[in-house]
Structure formats: C-alpha cells, structure tokens
C-alpha cells in the first residue's frame, strides 16, 4: 500500500527546496507558482483525506511511495541510468494513473515524474539529456499538424528538461491558448518557468502570457499575483512578439484595464433582486398531485419503496420553470401548466395509474429529473409502466411547448443508467479554434505564433517566413512560392502551418507556369497536417493526401483542364473538365487568376487569364468538413513533375475565411451514469444536445457498493458543474473530480470521506436525511460536500490545493454563495464567512421535507416549510417574515419566482401566488 505521508512529505520538499538553486527566480512569484499541482497541501485532520471514502478513481496508483524511495537513493548514489528507468515508470504506459498525494489529492503520476526531473541537481540534468535528447528532439521534429499537441505534451511531460523542453512547453501553451483551454495553457507556461530555469525564453514573456490566460479566465486573485510578480522583477523587459514591442510592465497595465472593464466574474451566481411575499392567501391557481391520486385524501402524495415502505419525506417533485410555463416529473409523468392560468397544457402520463404501477416496481425518486435548457425541455426519466426494475433511467428532450418527444437515449445508450440532471456546455468540434485574440494588446501578449483570422500574400512570399510550411522542392525564390524548379520526378507541397476554417471561405491566388511541359498545380484543403506531401509526376503533389480535397489544374495528361478530387485520389481522368475551349493555354507563359468560393457544401471555382482576360467556371457539390474530418483543416498548394519538367510558381495569394451555417462548437449535455446491469461504475456521458447522439464516455472510478443494491438509503447521485474549460463532478461517494472538457481527461481529483451506504434491509429502518448539493464557485474556490460527508472543502482549482476542510453536520447541503458568505442547510440555515471560515449565524427553521431549499435574493433567503414561505434576512440570519399562504397541508417543498408568480410545489401539489 502507497504510505500518502511519504508522497505528501516528498512533494513538499519540492515545493519548499525547489528544482535547483538556479531556479528560484521562476519560484518566487508571491504565491502562484506556490499554488502549482506540487504546492504543499493545507493541513487535513487525521481521518478526515478520503481514506474512508466509498469510490475510488479509475487508474487509482499504489505503491508510488517505494518507486519514489528508490528514485531518491538512486540520484543520491548518482546512478542516473538507473533512476531514469524509475521516471520511465512513473511517466510511462505503466505508470499513468493518479497518486495520492497524502490529503486526499489526487494527482497525475507524470506530473511527479515531471517535478522530479525538474528537482535533479544539474549534473542529474545533463546526464537526462545524455540519455534522452535524441529522442526528445524527434518528438520536437514531428512536431506538427493534427498530431502536434500530442507530440509536445509527451515532451513536456516526459522530456521537460532536455534541450527543446521549455521550447515545446513554450508552444504547447500556445496551442492550448489558441484553442480555448486556458488551464492547460496556464499548466505548460508553468511548466516552462518551474522546470525550465535555464531557458533562453525572456521569463517576462512567459509570465505575461500566463497574464493573459488568467484574465481570460476570470482567476483575477492569480492574476494579480503574477502581475506583482512582474511589476518586481521584470517591469523594464521588453516583450516583442507580432511585430510590436512593449515593457513587461506597460503590457500588463494594459491587459489589466481593459480585462477588468470588460470580464465579469461568474464565479458566483447572481443573485436575483428581493421580492415582496404575497399579502393575500388566495392563489392564482392550484394542481393538487393526491387528489387524482387518492381521491379525498388529505395527505401528501405517497408511494411505496420496493419493500412496502411509504416514501413521502423525501419524494421530490422535479420542477423546472421558464417565461411562460411550469414542468414537472412526478414520477416519470411529466406535466406541463400555464404559468398565469395553471392551465394543464400537455403530459406524458395519467397520474391515477402511478399508485398501482410504483407498487409493483419500487421507486428511487430522486432519480426523475426535469430541467429547461435552450427552449428546449431535459429530464431524467423512465417509462411508468414499466416493471422490469434492470431498465434504467434515460435523458429525454422534448418540444416545451407540445410535449412532443425529440430523443430518448434509452434506444440508444440501453446500457447506461443517467443519475444526474444535464449540465450544458458549448464545446468546440475537434480541431476547431473558435477563440481569436480579441485585441492588439492580447495578440501582442501570445506571440506571433497565433492561427489569424485570414492569410495574406497580396504583394508574395517574401515575408512568408513561419506562416508557411514548404514540403519537397518547395521554395521561396524572388518573391514567388516556387514548387517546381524545372527538375524531373519533383514533388512539392507549401501549406499554412496553423489550421484555417474550411467551413466557408474565399480564397484567390495567382499562377505562373513557365518552361511548361509537366504536369501540374493543385489547390488542397487537408486534415493530415502541415508537412503533408503527395507523389510527383501524374500524382501532382496532391495523390496519396487522405482526408481531403483538392482542385486540379492539369499542365499535361489532361492538358488544360481542371476537376476536383478527393481522399488522396489520382488526379487524372474522370472528374477532370477541359477549359480550352474558353482558349485558357497553361502552356503560354501567362499570368492566371483563380478565385474559388465555398460555403454550404457549394464550390465555386473560376480561372482567369491575366493577359487575354480569357474565363472558366465551374461549380462543384462537395461536404468539404466532413472530408478534412473538423471544420478547420491545412489549406495550400500541390505540384509535381516527372520526365517532363516545368517551372511552377504561385505569384500571389489571399485566404480568407467566412461566416458559415456550420457551427465550430457544438451544444454538449454532460451527464453522470452507471452501467445498466451494476451500479459500481461511474462515467460522465457526453451527448449531443441536438440528437442524443454519444460523443464521447469519460470513466471516472467505481464505488465498494453496488448503488443498485441500496435499498435503505438513497444511492448517490452525482452533481456536475460546467466552468469554463472544465466539467466538475461530485460522486457523492467520495470524490470530487475536475476533468478537461476539450480531452475528456481527468485532470485531479479530491478524495474526502463519505461512509459506504447501507446496503441491507431492515424492516422499520427510519431512511436518514441525504441530499446532493453543489459542486459550487465562491470567492474563487470550488466548494463540495458530499451528501455522507462531515467536511465542506474548498479547493483552489488551479492547484489544486485545500483551503477549506471544514466540519459540518453530515446533513447539512450547500445552498448556494455570494460574494462574502456561503450558506448551507440541513434543518437550520448556517452562514459561513468566505474570507475567515468562521460561523457566522444560524437559524433554526420551521419542519419541511428533506428535499426543500432555500431561494437566494440580493440580500434575503426564502424556505418553503411546512409553517408557509419563511424570509431571512441573509446578513443576520434573523426571520423577518412567514408566509402562510393556502399550503395548509403541505410539508414544505421548492419556492420558484417569475416576474409574475411566486410558485410553491410540494408533494401535495403545486400554487401560484400572484406577485
């Protein structure tokens, strides 16, 4: 077994002593790199860092503490050779996983591996690059095209301190910038400066782009740490990058006024304004659930669990409310009211059959879910009358307004049981860039190196410099893109180096061909990557590309003419149209313009002669992203030769991309699941918001207990939270997990405490208390309290790192967050300082149902109970008021507000009260 206290005390020591002496300037940046994955962890009570926690992660490591022993006394002993291997382990195919870092925090494996290279004494260093240069610069070589962020992460994760480490870093964060995840920009930018002390890169330019990152993300508490940091140490560097040059200083004032007038901080939700209770009793409406039901009775809608026991405590009726409607899912019958009328617009279901029906099958309530996302209506659900207990619980969309059903997933993901409600994200399609620098201040931050919005060779190629790869015979001579020289059996290829949208674009360029015999130019958009180079002779630099699509413009076999081709295809015969007849000769010498223009699959392409003016076109019915594979691809040129030569040369080119029908990001539900047939698993699901299609299954661990086999308490049901560029996800079992929504890769992951749930039946067993809460952002933390836990954490995401370990009722539920204070709730309400952690009030409230929470306002909290609608005053705790209103019978339940009702549901029913 791994001993969490030696890890704990090793990384520690890497925090405190760091890499090498040399690398303390890059330490010492007032507490942010402090607050990397290695910071020392604030101190967790014994018994309280998840070693009673009922899940454990996927590629959870043990044993990590031995490999770490022996590493030690290995580099003590200078046997470099030997540790290395031991890194190998660590970092390698063996060694992924996670790794208990000794408070609970789990960790990357490599990510140890990689702060160890980092804290090798320099004659540890050189020797790495002795045995590990070679295959680092390889890495770096291949470094290129769809293929490029893999091939720098290996580098960065394994090969960090040889001699294209902090280069590969350096772009590795680029690219993640680029491409929206500023987290895993902030984690390479980092990795430079901890890793890398040496570096020729300016420190000042890494930290202002790790600036920049920050204030994309809204962490302004870092933000600030770094721009201090810069303000000390490198206020006069210059930072030069995309033709500009600025100091440190002046950049990050920069950045800083024009960030803050413009982010918001959505960190916190906003709280909506306060309102006035109702001064009369009577409503505007009301549903009674148990009068169709149990006609006359006067009880709150019952039913029974599989073993006879009534569950009305807590039997939640999902609600979910928009601007002209209120839905909910009463056991799996979901009903849709007019907001004003409480007219009964649409249901799925009859609700006298769902006594006899919940009898026969059981029920787990809290597993219906209903929510309204994009005018568009989400619930977990299943069919009512079904009993065959193995059928799980499936997410289903429909129309708000008609009820009609858009997709089921329970046709097609049979295997998976959806436990949560869907939280939304709008993710881009792979290999899409949707985010461009919104400013010159911005640009001038991130270098060069960042994919514009458009290509310009209007005047040549003479300052084409790093915009274009060349391929082949490819070269720039006198200002032309020359891909033939006049030389027999030559193929070339020139593409830009950073992908394009192919969506929609127009793009014109002009050619030459002189001492003209063989073969021909080509215009390609590909998948493949930047360095892609076709076969010569009929191949015409394009033949043997998969994945995309390329127009043809035949010098010889098909002389003068043009066609378009496909997946690498031949370039000759078939698809090839001859334009001679509109007296175009690519043998003359002349100067010609092409012009294409493509969007909703519709290709029009029209070659000019310069000189004659002599014109033909020809338009072409092609999917050009669903070819390429993404909606950004590699646009440029092909060519070739073979016994018959010619000199082939691009005079001029513009690319310029548009607007298109085609989405670069695609609207993404993320849900918890577990297998249909074992209730141990855990993954999130993926699924697209449009057509229920799987995108893409994310397995996060397992727990002791079969959830499915837990009959005398509630199965935990795990809460999801989209932020950004991650997905957070509490089990409730025990873990709380952040994973990189653009990978799908788990990123870290908390362990805390949560007691297995009983699993046996026993007759006259009295259910506890269990409700799911958060995850929650406040004051710049990510709070969770799992529904058996006694601790509410506060983690720093970034690190992570535990700010808050703090004792609580094993009852108690977060609430919800404002600017200075969090409140939970389990009977009583508590209020929390977010600054200090201290206890600021709490206030017993009247009787309700396990499942009632609190509304949040400006400055007031509202509680449905079972003594009427109770408002607190949020700064004191202090009851100010109790509506009794018509609820008489009504044990309490959810209090939604609109500009024109105030709306009570509870498992008696549901009433509105007129505002």
Known sequence: MAKPATLLAAYCLLTICGPTASAQRAINVNGFLQAAPFAAPAAVPRGQSGQNADFKLKNEMAGMDERLEEFQRLTKNGEWEESFKVLEFISGKEGSGFVDRGDGVMVSARGLARRLLAGLPEEGREAYRLFHDARATALWERASGKNEAEALGTIVDNFIVSSVGDAAADRLGDLRFERGDMSGAIAAWRSLLECCPESEIPASQTYVKIATALARRGSWDQFEAVRQTVLDQFAAAEVTVAGGATTASEAIEALASRERNTASDDDVVRAPPDFALPTASEPLWRFDFHSRIQPGAHLPFQVRDRFGRYRTNDLPIPTAVDDERVYVNVLGVEMAFDLLSGKLLWRTGKLHELQTQQLQQGVTPEQFKIAVHDSTLWSVTRDVGQRNLLVGYSLVTRDPETG????????????????????????????????????????????????????????????AGDRLRLNGHAAIVDGRLRLTNGGSKQAATAFARHPMSVAAFTTQFDFQLTKAFADGITFIVQGTGDRALGSNGQGLGYQGIGKSVAVKFDLYEDADSMGLFVDGASPRGGNSVSFRQSKIDLRSGHKFRVSMRYADARLEVTITDLQTQARFSQQYTVDIPALVGSPVGFVGFGASTGQMTAVQEIVNWTYLPQRSKSPLVQRVAYVAAGRTNQGRDVAVLAIDAGTGRLLRTIELGSHTVDQNQVYAERAATPTLLVHRDRLYVDTHGG????????????????????????????????????????????????????????????????????????????????????????????????????????????????PAVDWSQPLLTDTRLYQFTSRGVVEVDKHTGKILQIFRGSDLHAPGGMLYVTPDVLLTVSNLGITAYAR
């Open 404 to 463: 009609t059903e858009v997709f089921n997933t329970q046709r097609t993901l049979r295997e998976w049981n959806v436990l949560s409600s869907p939280s939304m994200a709008d993710d881009q399609l792979p290999g899409a860039s949707p985010w461009e620098p919104e400013s010159q201040t911005e640009r001038l931050m991130l270098g060069a190196e960042l994919p514009k919005k458009e290509l310009r060779f209007d005047g040549g190629f003479t300052d």
């Open 735 to 846: 873990a709380l997990v952040s994973i990189i929504r653009s990978t799908g890769d788990i990123e870290w992951a908390i362990n805390y405490d949560s007691p297995s749930p009983q699993a046996n039946h026993f007759y006259g067993y009295d259910t506890p208390r269990r409700e799911t809460s958060g995850p929650l952002l406040a004051g710049g933390l990510l709070f969770a309290k799992g529904m058996r836990s006694t601790r509410l954490l506060g983690i720093d995401s970034v690190g992570p790192r535990l700010e808050w370990n703090r004792p609580v009722q094993r009852t108690a539920a977060i609430v919800g967050a404002d600017a200075e204070r969090i409140y939970l709730s389990d009977g009583e309400l508590t209020a929390y300082d977010l600054q200090t952690q201290e206890l600021l009030w709490a206030t017993q409230m009247p």
